[in-house]
């Protein structure tokens, strides 16, 4: 981690994402990884009186839906705010949600829903585990600088406030991809990014990384992300073994997903997917 700022700043009770939230379609706008990182780090600090008198420590995260309704504004105020949804002794149900407050008016601009497991370590016999797309290290993939999407803009998320280290595939090339990604920052000041921060962060990637379409014709926005998760990751690097679906080799309807199985260096952690909505230009 660097001494670069967070994604997100307090501002009293409320949040200001920082230039380094900021997303590739408007830099007015913030990338979809910090906001769902953020969302993310709300539903890890839902107070666990909600649910029971045990530790919010005590809950991993299986399964986080984001949905991204609007455009999430940089630089301008966000309320956050996050409860717990189901209460359950082995599994509960958490939500948070972000508004904009910027134009005097409340307006919610993406929120999430989290299925939360009770965590237990015990031993489990040998069995056959998923295989592995990720064949290296992170630090001997190939490191590319971003050179599309800037809008004449110095500083954004997926140029400044993230690492990408490639395996298979390019930012500039289109089609599948094997990539790590690492934060250059934390989402809030004072504070190590978890895991699952680290994730969601990095899965929304997944539809940028593996794109088949020339970004000069057409759009191509995930308005959700659905992570799911078998254990909390560990280390920086998340790994991403992605590609992109829009209908047939000639025709869409306007509709697509991008998937990514997801990776940290100990193996296989989960996997994502994203609804796409796509039009040209």
Request: contains cysteine.
């Amino acid at each position: 981690m660097t001494d670069l700022p967070a994604l997100f700043a307090a501002d009293g009770d409320e949040w200001v994402a920082t230039e380094y939230a900021r997303g590739p379609w408007d830099p007015r706008h913030c990338h979809g990884g910090p906001v769902s990182a953020f969302l993310a780090r709300a539903c890890e600090r839902v107070d666990s009186s909600y649910a029971d008198a045990e530790a919010t420590s005590d809950w991993q995260i299986s399964r986080l839906t984001v949905e991204l309704t609007r455009p999430v504004p940089v630089g301008e105020p966000l309320r956050l705010s996050s409860e717990v949804e189901r209460a359950g002794r082995k599994v509960s149900v958490v939500a948070a949600s972000v508004t904009s407050t910027g134009t005097g008016t409340e307006t919610e601009v993406a929120k999430v829903r989290a299925l939360r497991i009770r965590r237990r370590d015990f031993e489990l016999p040998a069995h056959p585990l998923a295989p592995t797309s990720m064949t290296g290290a992170p630090e001997a993939g190939r490191q590319e600088r971003v050179s599309w999407a800037a809008h004449g803009v110095d500083v954004a998320f997926h140029s400044h406030g993230s690492e990408h280290r490639f395996e298979a595939g390019t930012w500039n090339d289109p089609g599948p991809v094997r990539v790590w990604i690492r934060l250059a920052t934390s989402i809030v000041d004072g504070e190590t990014p978890s895991g699952v921060q680290r994730a969601a962060a990095a899965a929304d990637f997944g539809n940028g990384v593996s794109s088949a379409l020339d970004y000069e014709r057409f759009v191509y926005i995930n308005p959700d992300l659905t992570v799911h998760l078998s254990r909390p990751p560990t280390g920086d690097w998340i790994g991403m073994s992605t590609h992109s679906v829009y209908g047939t080799p000639t025709t869409s309807t306007g509709s697509g997903f991008a998937e990514s199985e997801l990776h940290d260096t100990d193996g296989r952690i989960g996997r994502s997917v994203q609804s796409l909505f796509i039009e040209p230009r």
